[in-house]
């Protein structure tokens, strides 16, 4: 069983920061990439950052720049560190992650944790 559980979302001001956390419990499950995506209200989910075994990061250019993606391979923790936060982001974010279990490649969503930018 695979469990993707989120931390660290809550309320900031326009210009702040916040650190999320996404940690991976599974037994014989080998992960290949680690995923952010966030949903804003009535929107479509959207890819934010990834972060492969090899570390070769990605991001969305929303967010270039100003988020960092990084991931404990050891720890099977992963974290988005984001900074110079404005409204717009202002999202639910999910982090998501595919790897293989014995011969099977599948992938696994975590709930979400809810970070809310606003004066």
């Known amino acids: 069983q695979v469990q993707v559980v989120e931390s660290g979302g809550g309320l900031v001001q326009p210009g702040g920061s916040l650190r999320l956390s996404c940690e991976v419990s599974a037994r014989r499950f080998s992960i290949y990439a680690m995923n952010w995506y966030r949903q804003a209200l009535g929107k479509q989910r959207e890819l934010v950052a990834r972060i492969t075994n090899g570390a070769n990061t990605d991001y969305a250019d929303f967010v270039k720049g100003r988020f960092t993606i990084k991931r404990d391979n050891g720890a099977n923790t992963g974290y988005l560190e984001m900074s110079n936060l404005k409204p717009e982001d202002t999202a639910i974010y999910y982090c998501?992650?595919?790897?293989?279990?014995?011969?099977?490649?599948?992938?696994?969503w975590g709930r979400g944790t809810q970070v809310a930018v606003s004066s």
């Open positions: 998501h992650v595919g790897g293989t279990m014995g011969d099977a490649m599948i992938d696994y």
